[in-house]
């Protein structure tokens, strides 16, 4: 059964920072591009970033330079570090693992996140 669990959500203050954790089980995300997508309250789920399994990141343009994904594959486990956070990047957080080149793919439950003062 394939498991990716998010945790590292919670509440903080703009400017602040969060580290968001996606630990896998029953995969080898080593071969998985994984990725970070969110969803906010009445929106679509949108791209935060992917990493391939070479390393190779891409992230949505207008959080480059604020968020960082890596992964490590001893680990099982995919990273999120978010700086500078904003009220606008509340909402739930989700990590994704896809098989390049197929259709399978799968998501976690999400993990929220609330930017306020």
């Known amino acids: 059964q394939v498991q990716l669990v998010e945790s590292g959500g919670g509440l903080v203050q703009p400017g602040g920072s969060l580290r968001l954790s996606c630990a896998a089980s029953?995969?080898?995300?080593?071969?998985?591009?994984m990725g970070w997508y969110r969803q906010a309250p009445g929106k679509q789920r949108e791209l935060v970033a992917t990493?391939?399994?070479?390393?190779?990141?891409n992230y949505a343009d207008s959080l480059k330079g604020r968020f960082t994904i890596s992964r490590d594959n001893a680990k099982n486990t995919v990273y999120l570090q978010m700086n500078g956070l904003k009220v606008e990047d509340t909402a739930v957080y989700y990590c994704?693992?896809?098989?390049?080149?197929?259709?399978?793919?799968?998501w976690g439950q999400g993990t929220q996140v609330t930017v306020s003062s």
């Open positions: 990493i391939t399994s070479e390393g190779v990141t």
């Open positions: 029953g995969i080898p995300i080593s071969i998985y591009v």
């Open positions: 994704n693992a896809h098989l390049w080149g197929t259709t399978i793919m799968y």
